[in-house]
């Protein structure tokens, strides 16, 4: 295992479409998380599951974002209908149960929506 | 509710100098703390954290910081700067014994000249 894993790479995409990120964690871990970075600033929490559970999210996260993890391992974040704001790089981490020895974050997906 | 505040947006230093890079939290709980770094297109690692033991922590690289709970800071520093340095810093906050997720403060862009 090499680590946390972010697919696509970059993703171009006009207004108003829906694009799918997918994440796969560290198989030892069974917390995973999503975060949103803008340019400029630090990265902001979105979502977390526990295994399949999403145990937490964020006011950030619209009703036009939805994330899964169906089995516990990997995850997708969906945008339906995107605007120019959700521009950003999203990024997927994971950690062990309580997250004592930090989260490892994966290189992220950049999202431009035109 | 938790937070960091990265006292500086950006730091330069000489080859050669020391490095200083200011954060304070806020937390209603024994945080647990971390400094992050993110190189251009890359993934965020981390640097070291804390975690309620030894109140000075050493990280990978030769950083170190030191918990000051009186003062609520959680300062990141290294003896010498070297040229690989050059990233973005964040410092980040986890509180109820890493039970929430990380909260992200700005970061603090270092640059090192020559």
């Known amino acids: 295992d090499t680590g946390v894993s972010q697919d696509p790479r970059h993703k171009i995409t006009k207004r108003g479409q829906n694009v799918t990120f997918r994440c796969d964690p560290i198989?030892?871990?069974?917390?995973l998380y999503w975060y949103r970075q803008t340019l400029g600033q630090g990265p902001e929490f979105l979502t977390y599951?526990?295994?399949?559970?999403?145990?937490?999210k964020s006011r950030l996260l619209s009703d036009r974002f939805s994330a899964e993890r169906p089995k516990g391992s990997f995850s997708t974040l969906e945008i339906q209908r995107t605007e120019q704001g959700d521009s950003a790089m999203y990024l997927c981490?994971?950690?062990?149960?309580?997250?004592?020895?930090?989260?490892?974050f994966g290189s992220g997906t950049r999202l431009t929506v035109v | 509710a938790q937070s960091v505040t990265q006292l500086d947006s950006h730091v330069s230093v000489s080859e050669g100098t020391p490095v200083l890079l200011r954060c304070n939290y806020s937390?209603?709980?024994?945080?647990?703390l971390f400094w992050y770094v993110q190189h251009p297109n890359k993934g965020l690692q981390l640097l070291l954290k804390?975690?309620?033991?030894?109140?000075l922590v050493k990280g990978i690289n030769g950083f170190e910081a030191e918990f000051k709970k009186s003062e609520t800071s959680f300062h990141l520093t290294k003896p010498s700067a070297h040229m690989s340095d050059a990233a973005e810093y964040f410092c980040?906050?986890?509180?109820?014994?890493?039970?929430?997720?990380?909260?992200f403060g700005k970061g603090t862009r270092l640059s090192v000249i020559a």
């Open positions: 937390s209603s709980y024994s945080p647990s």
């Open positions: 980040v906050v986890s509180e109820n014994s890493g039970n929430t997720p990380l909260v």
């Open positions: 981490a994971s950690s062990s149960e309580g997250g004592f020895d930090g989260y490892t």
């Open positions: 599951f526990q295994n399949e559970a999403q145990l937490e």
């Open positions: 804390y975690t309620s033991a030894a109140t």
């Open positions: 198989s030892e871990h069974n917390r």
